[in-house]
Structure formats: C-alpha cells, structure tokens
C-alpha cells in the first residue's frame, strides 16, 4: 500500500538501525560508493597524528587510532514504495570520532595534549556533507 493518511509518515521498507552495512548493503536498489584509492584498495587514508595512533593502540588494541573522519563508503538507497532515498556513510571507525579512539564525544587525553579537540554529536567545526547532483541522464 501507498502512504499512511492523516498526517502518518509511512514505514520505511528497509529498516534503519545505524549500521549502514547491515541496513543498506545488498539490497538491490542500493549503489554502494567506495573511496577507493587508484588502485581500487579501499583503506583508511585519512592521517592522525603517530603520537595518538600509537598510544590508541596501545589503550585500545591494533586498529585504534583510525579516524572517524576516514569514510570507508557511501551508500545511496531508494525506497521506491515510500519515494524516498536513503544515505548512509560508513566510516572505518565512529563517524565523527577524530583520534580513532572509538568515542565520538571525548577528546582522548593523547590528542587533546597535542591541541586537538574531538567534539560531541558534531559540534562546533565539526561536520560531514554528503553532496548529491542529480542530472537528467541526456545532459552534458
């Protein structure tokens, strides 16, 4: 059935935890963007100071110290039940956690000794854009 009335938004078809690879990928209607390198490898490649990479992992374990800043893919769902189009970024870490310390709202002690601040629920400086161009598929 079409939408709700009475001023009932619609269920959407795919169910939307958070986890963009669980809620988008594989689902027919969905294109997956990956930020491949030239090579096509798909890794983080965006830098955190060594200081705080090497004091994240040794805190947290191997792996740490990647920044939520690093945007592994974009994924670009539509709902054509609902006319709606679903965006999902998947980062190799916490959206939005700069120092990789996998708490996006705290500064970890080790980057916040160097100067840098990592902001709650992106605040102040902090934000992420995804930028769409929807173009008729004869133009130039």
Known sequence: GG??????RPETSVPLTG????DLHGHAATV???DADDDGVVAPDVGVPQAVVDAAEA??????GVSGWDVKDVSLNWDWRHDALHIGVNCFGV????DGDGDGGTS???LAALGGADMARFERSETL?????????DAA
């Open 95 to 98: 959206c939005g956690d700069a």
């Open 3 to 8: 939408g709700g009335g009475g001023g009932r």
């Open 59 to 64: 805190r947290f374990g191997r792996g740490a």
């Open 108 to 110: 970890f002690d080790v």
């Open 32 to 34: 997956v963007v990956s």
């Open 19 to 22: 986890d963009v690879p669980s």
């Open 129 to 137: 854009l995804v930028a769409l161009r929807f173009a008729d598929a």
